[in-house]
């Protein structure tokens, strides 16, 4: 089968299309003839040898942690019952062929069968793989921040697949939200999804701008998506006794919001580890996520697709923060 193998690490030029072999499923789970692959950010670090302490790669391996398709085989322990179903899913850390990784930017890939979700009628596949990581994880940090109506809420990297589902929820449940993202491309759509402010957070100001809108009292809760620097500057646009999420790096790191700060001020931090635990149920909120896009309450913004022979540009669209909405190969059909 055609894979996307990232020879080497370094820039999305590493990234090459290669003929190996077709994954097994072994006990417990299924192979995938992949529709569509998704693309994050976190993919690309990898790609450029970052977080070697926490992900034990080694060139070369196929990129790729979510999909969405129709299973092909099962293995031992599996009902054959799947076999032709819809799925999105998360891949199995699996190797085959000499120790390879196999991930999702491939014709095929491995899932564990806990990690399936059913595709609704109604839904395409690349709607489905878009959601697979961002869907569920707007849900939990939605219902973690327990948004109430006429709240102000600040989502930054608003532009982004998260950003873009947190905009909706939060308008939907009637708070007033200003939106955070870089260029106009990525603001005009947070307007129609229904922003009542956006900033340029490239500008210098921002978050006093951000403040200024809710009259100077400040925002409720801020959806920190950005990271580093902006996240930790939006911190100066919550108000008293508000609430501060952090839950993505796209600007590089986690935003650490200074303790003393926030301890005097009142204002309650969520990391990344306490927005959700170990009762948090990842299964429940995918078809949650799925369900809710299938009947037209969830817009699934889908920016850019590329073929899988274009990996490279998929990744470089990323890096150059061009990229809007969520990304994806387009392996067969999606529909």
Do not use: C
Not at 15 to 42: K, N
Not at 230 to 239: C, I, K, N, R, S
């Amino acid at each position: 089968m055609r894979a996307v193998q990232a020879v080497e690490f370094g820039g999305p030029e590493v990234l090459t299309v290669r003929e190996v072999a077709e994954p097994v499923a072994g006990p417990g789970e299924v192979v995938v003839d992949v529709a569509a692959a998704d693309v994050m950010f976190l993919d690309t670090r990898l790609r450029s040898g970052w977080g070697g302490d926490y992900f034990k790669l080694a060139t070369p391996y196929v990129p790729g942690g979510a999909v969405a398709g129709v299973i092909s085989a099962v293995g031992a322990g599996v009902d054959a019952s799947w076999v032709g179903k819809r799925v999105a899913t998360a891949t199995a850390a699996s190797k085959i062929g000499g120790g390879q990784p196999i991930g999702g930017y491939a014709e095929k890939a491995l899932a564990k069968t806990e990690s399936l979700t059913t595709v609704p009628d109604g839904l395409s596949l690349a709607q489905a793989v878009a959601l697979a990581h961002d869907g569920k994880t707007a849900l939990a940090v939605f219902d973690r921040a327990a948004i109430q109506p006429g709240e102000w809420v600040l989502i930054t990297a608003a532009g982004g697949g998260l950003g873009t589902l947190l905009i909706q929820l939060a308008h939907a449940a009637g708070a007033h939200v200003i939106a955070a993202a870089r260029g106009r491309t990525k603001l005009e759509l947070a307007e129609r999804l229904g922003a009542e402010a956006v900033l340029d957070y490239s500008e210098p100001g921002w978050s006093d701008k951000a403040r200024a809108v809710t009259g100077g009292a400040g925002v409720h809760v801020v959806l920190d998506g950005a990271g580093g620097e902006l996240g930790e500057a939006a911190l100066d646009a919550v108000a008293d006794s508000g609430r501060f999420l952090g839950y993505g790096a796209s600007a590089g790191e986690f935003a650490t919001p200074d303790a003393a700060t926030t301890t005097a001020r009142g204002i309650t931090v969520y990391g990344l580890f306490d927005i959700t635990d170990a009762n948090t149920d990842w299964a429940g909120l995918a078809e949650r996520s799925l369900a809710e896009a299938a009947a037209g309450r969830l817009e699934v913004v889908i920016g850019q697709a590329f073929p899988l022979d274009d990996a490279e540009s998929a990744h470089a669209a990323i890096e150059s923060r061009t990229a809007v909405g969520r990304t994806l190969l387009t392996v067969g059909s999606a529909r």
